[in-house]
Structures are given as C-alpha cells and as structure tokens.
C-alpha cells in the first residue's frame, strides 16, 4: 500500500472563493488564486490553447496558473475572472468619463475594479440617463 498524500495544501481553500478561484486555489494554491482575483479578477481573460511563459497571466500570476487554465478552460478560449475577494469599491462617478472616451469595458473593469459586468450594467445606466447612483 502506498502512503501518497494530497499535493500539499496547508489549508483546505476558502469556501468563499468562486467556483474558478477555488479550482485555482486547488491546483497551484490559494496564494496563487488571489494573485489571480487580483491581477485579472472582473475582466475578460483570453485563454490559449497552448502554455506559454509570454502569456499575460504567465507572467502576472504564474505559469503553473496558466497551465491549469489552458487545461481546464483552453477550449472556451475566453473566461470572466471572478473578482474574489480582491474588489474594490469603485463607484459610477468613476466610470462615466471612461464611457465618455470610449473605452471598453474590459478597459474600464482593469482601470477601476469593477467586474465586466457591472461595468457593462453602469454603462446601460449612463446611456439610459439615470446617471451614475445606481441606488
């Protein structure tokens, strides 16, 4: 009989984490994952189909973190990062001159914060005119 443990994870990955954060965390750490939030968390990511350390996140958060997500999501070929416990607060005011310029919403989800989607929902609310308070 073997004695083979479990890849070594001082402690099981949070439970709050999102589903991809906590598959992250899983594989190559929690520390890892977090880096990940934080790097990327609330944008789109492009997933290759092929590892490379010239990669963005190869080089943000680690090619091991590549490498998992080449493996589990590199047929999707773009995933939504999940913000995890790296957001931060940004707020409408910040997010109008942006819409203003033209910028993207990945563009603005990188600048302020904020997940793609709710940019994408305050841009609905810019455009609508129900100005920047979403309350």
Same mark, same amino acid.
């Given at each position: ?7 070594? #994870?001082?402690? !099981?990955?949070?439970?709050?984490? $999102? ?46 973190? #590549?490498?998992? #997500? ?5 047929? #999707? +070929?773009?995933?939504?990062? $999940? ?7 940004? !707020?409408?005011?910040?997010?109008? $001159?942006?819409?203003?310029? +033209? ?33």
């Amino acid at each position: 009989m073997s004695d083979r443990r479990p890849p070594a #994870l001082a402690v !099981r990955p949070r439970r709050w984490l $999102p589903a991809l954060l906590r598959e992250v965390a899983e594989r190559c750490g929690e520390a890892a994952a977090l880096r990940l939030a934080e790097a990327w968390g609330g944008r789109y990511l492009h997933v290759p189909r092929r590892v490379s350390p010239d990669h963005p996140v190869a080089r943000d958060v680690g090619l091991d973190v #590549l490498a998992y #997500l080449v493996e589990a999501y590199g047929d #999707l +070929g773009r995933i939504v990062v $999940p913000l995890g416990p790296a957001a931060r607060g940004a !707020r409408g005011e910040q997010i109008a $001159p942006l819409v203003e310029v +033209g910028a993207t919403a990945n563009e603005i989800a990188a600048r302020t914060g904020l997940h793609v989607r709710d940019v994408h929902r305050w841009r609905r609310r810019l455009r609508a005119g129900r100005g920047a308070d979403p309350a």
